[in-house]
């Protein structure tokens, strides 16, 4: 195999780490050499159009609960310890660490010099080592991939060690269970083992983005996605699962910038990724078509199962997971901008899907109010799939990222609120769930009209209408939208009960006053006076 020659000063770099070099070092391989060995180590095999198919074993997403970060003298009074941020102490970390390393030397490992964020002025250089060609193909996939030139003198600013095979001793490591990701800001790296599922990989890196770059570079970091227009105008989508983020920001008459993380600048909008690692569970050509052709060599696809008797996949199948994932380099889609670097935007997107039918098809948010949705992160997804069991449920993911966010939600929302004056962004809240009633009783917002609501605000056609105040969320309702039936613009209006839209409106307002009770110390007077008035 044609892999590159890892140099002396890597091979010393890796001793320096504490590895002990017994085995092969497998340096920065291409997709086609990660693949071939994948397949001859009877780790994965290939669906009909090529792409490397592989099970990430025991879990098949993320484990909130058994990510730890170090609580330091660096970390101690700047991370905002909650449910996501747990602490552990630095014995454990370099304990753990210790072991990790003698588990490596004692391995294959493959290597890859990567790094995260486009614009040159945030770049971070990142080391990955891992036990397995698979797990280092996620990692080519999803961060930036340096030219052979930048390699010859490349120093790793963070490290990823991986390991799925090693398992945590929760009566000596410090851990809830035998699977950890571990994170310390003082040693720059990311423990991560027991686990397979490649995204603790990708989030590690987004984490310590979100500490780093608001903390020390004034660079607001967004869970969101982010496409530009043929004039340069940028715009940001944020939203929970479910709420149509992805579909929404792949727009063929704009230019991806990115699908999932995205840091805004002084003068820029700028992804932190080299590639997209998208859901599959319903995957059409129809609905996703660029998605749906990405799946090809160099695709990694986690967890899928075949239609019996071939080798298609079977996108309904929820047999291993619901949470079915393709990762791919940006360069398989092909509007994606190159550089993923876009101008300031002009219009934010808070994307919704609420089951509770409360909240307008599309609305203009104040500073204010843009800041405190920020921070609620509201979605409402339909309870569950039990039968009987069609209550909506609230959901609130503070930025809309909140496992992934160290600091407080509060200074997050200060700086979004702060750009967004200075640069006079329009944010706008989208419900993309019911109409006319709850679930069950309403219906599904239609796609043609929230694309052609999108398209109006980017198009600047919102700008002169006439708007009413939502009366208990405040929000500015425009009573009229090119494309659209106005009478579902005010949703009070598509409800055949009047009297039972204001009461459950109340009730929806009070849930989220409940949320922000957590947060409300840490917000500025301007977030707290947007409030819904119940």
């Not at 020659?5 to 504490?18: H, S």
């Not at 571990?182 to 983005?209: D, H, W």
């Not at 160290?406 to 200060?414: D, I, R, T």
Request: charged letters at 20%.
């Amino acid at each position: 195999m044609s892999e590159t020659i890892i140099t002396k000063d890597t091979t010393n770099a890796l001793v320096a780490l504490g590895l002990k070099i017994s085995n092969p070092i497998h340096y920065q391989l291409t997709p086609a050499e990660l693949t071939a060995q994948t397949l001859a180590r009877k780790e994965g095999v290939l669906n009909d159009t090529g792409a490397l198919i592989i099970k990430t074993g025991e879990f098949t997403g993320r484990s909130p609960k058994d990510k730890f970060t170090v609580k330091d003298d660096t970390t101690a009074n700047t991370v905002h310890w909650n449910d996501f941020n747990i602490p552990i102490e630095a014995k454990y970390f370099d304990n753990m660490y210790n072991k990790l390393m003698s588990h490596l030397s004692s391995k294959e490992i493959w290597v890859r010099d990567c790094y995260a964020c486009a614009d040159p002025s945030y770049r971070l250089n990142i080391r990955v080592i891992n036990e397995n060609p698979w797990s280092n193909l996620f990692a080519y996939n999803m961060f930036l991939r340096p030219v052979e030139k930048e390699l010859e003198n490349f120093s790793a600013d963070w490290h990823i060690i991986q390991a799925p095979s090693f398992k945590a001793d929760p009566a000596t490591d410090g851990t809830r269970q035998h699977n950890f990701a571990m994170v310390s800001f003082s040693r720059k790296t990311i423990l991560i083992g027991g686990t397979g599922y490649t995204g603790e990989m990708k989030k590690g890196i987004f984490t310590i983005l979100n500490y780093l770059l608001p903390h020390e570079k004034n660079v607001l970091s967004m869970h969101c996605s982010a496409n530009m227009g043929k004039e340069g105008d940028t715009a940001i989508f944020f939203g929970l699962s479910g709420t149509g983020k992805t579909t929404l920001s792949a727009d063929p008459n704009r230019s991806l910038i990115g699908d999932d993380e995205h840091g805004w600048t002084n003068d820029s909008v700028f992804n932190f990724e080299g590639g997209c690692y998208a859901k599959t569970i319903d995957l059409s050509e129809e609905k996703e078509p660029e998605i749906y052709h990405a799946i090809k060599p160099g695709a990694l696809v986690e967890n899928i199962t075949f239609i019996e008797g071939t080798n298609k996949i079977d996108f309904s199948s929820k047999e291993i997971t619901e949470n079915t994932r393709v990762s791919y380099p940006l360069s398989y889609i092909s509007n994606a901008l190159e550089p993923s670097i876009g101008k300031t935007p002009k219009n934010i997107f808070f994307l919704t899907a609420d089951a509770y039918g409360i909240l307008p098809p599309i609305s203009k948010l104040s500073a204010g109010q843009a800041m405190y949705q920020f921070i609620s992160g509201y979605t409402a997804k339909v309870a569950g799939t039990e039968a009987g069991v069609t209550e909506p449920k609230a959901t609130f993911s503070a930025c809309f990222g909140a496992p992934f966010l160290p600091l407080h939600p509060g200074q997050y929302a200060e700086m979004l609120g702060k750009k967004m004056k200075e640069h006079n962004v329009n944010v706008w809240m989208i419900n993309t769930g019911w109409s006319g009633g709850p679930y069950g009783i309403g219906s599904r917002m239609k796609l043609p009209y929230t694309r052609a609501m999108i398209t109006a605000a980017l198009e600047g056609k919102l700008d002169q209408v006439t708007y009413e105040a939502h009366p208990i969320f405040g929000m500015l309702i425009p009573t009229e939208c090119p494309n659209v039936p106005s009478d579902i613009l005010n949703p009070r209006n598509t409800w055949s009960n009047k009297e039972n839209y204001d009461s459950k409106a109340k009730d929806l307002a009070k849930q989220f006053i409940k949320n922000f009770e957590k947060y409300a110390a840490g917000v500025n007077e301007e977030t707290l006076a947007a409030a819904p008035k119940v």
